[in-house]
């Protein structure tokens, strides 16, 4: 049966997140036309397992090697045939229906491609997270002491936003995104293998409507700075950093 809403999670040894946030998500959806998805990049510790046993509901695929963020989301992206399909990160958590929500804000406004909701730490502070295309300021300047004040540009967080607000940049940690147009953009550029392929899908989605950040309805997101804290994730970030630089100069 063809879905209405699809969604995917893609997970490398998240046993200690994915079971709430599959529970969050399964118990917040219970009045939609969904179906959840789980790409696996070949965990070596007990998430697959915990998946199979307790969401016989959800669809699982099992890689045999880990292919990163981007990919792993393709292997789901090219199966579904919904008219609308939910990234989301396996830290995310729901207290309501935002994706319902989500849902019927796109179906009232079809000049709308792609969406993201406020995004929350845990203790229910707002999660400033990018919504322009980077650039060295405020990737990179944006770290330093005295350039702080490029980080609040980023992120638009020295912005008041109250209303639905046209952006440059969904999150990669949970957006909603038009199915078709989705594929029309053949998903994420393979070439990512994790950081800066949400900036570069949603710059090729812009091309076909408008991506809006909606402060009126909100997720919860258990942060982690990976790229800050060992130096293979400082790599990888600094390697995707100048493969986004290279294509959009």
């Keep these: 049966m063809k879905e ?7 997970t490398y040894n998240n046993e200690k997140t994915i079971c709430q946030c599959v529970r969050s998500i399964l118990e917040h959806t219970k009045d939609c036309q ?6 696996d990049n070949c965990s070596t510790d007990r998430t ?31 199966r579904v ?17 935002v ?37 060295i300021r405020y990737v990179i300047f944006s770290k330093l002491a ?11 967080a020295n912005v008041n936003i109250e209303q639905p607000t046209v952006v440059q940049s969904c999150t990669g940690c949970f957006s909603m995104v038009r199915t078709s ?24 989605l812009r091309e076909y ?9 909100h997720v919860y997101h258990a942060w982690k700075r990976d790229n800050t804290r060992s130096l293979k994730g400082a790599c990888i970030f600094l390697t995707s950093m100048l493969k986004y630089y290279r294509k959009w100069r």
């Design 34 to 39: 969904f179906q959840l998805y789980i790409y």
């Design 181 to 204: 147009v989705l594929k029309k953009v053949h998903g994420y550029d393979h070439r990512f293998f994790m950081y800066f392929e949400d900036a570069d899908l949603s710059r090729r």
């Design 4 to 10: 209405k809403i699809s969604g995917s999670i893609v």
């Design 99 to 135: 994706i319902g929500k989500m849902v019927d804000y796109m179906e009232k406004n079809p000049q709308v491609v792609q969406m993201t909701p406020e995004i929350r730490n845990l203790d229910g502070t707002i999660q400033y997270l990018p919504k322009i295309d980077p650039d």
């Design 48 to 78: 697959v397992e915990l998946l199979t046993r307790d969401f016989p509901q959800v669809k699982v695929i099992r890689g045999e090697k880990n292919i990163g963020f981007g990919q792993g989301h393709n292997q789901i992206i090219c």
């Design 81 to 97: 045939r919904s008219k609308y399909h939910a990234v989301i990160n396996p830290d995310i958590y729901f207290k309501s229906n």
């Design 209 to 217: 409507g408008e991506l809006i950040y909606h402060p009126g309805m």
């Design 146 to 156: 005295p350039f702080k004040h490029y980080r609040q540009i980023y992120t638009m």
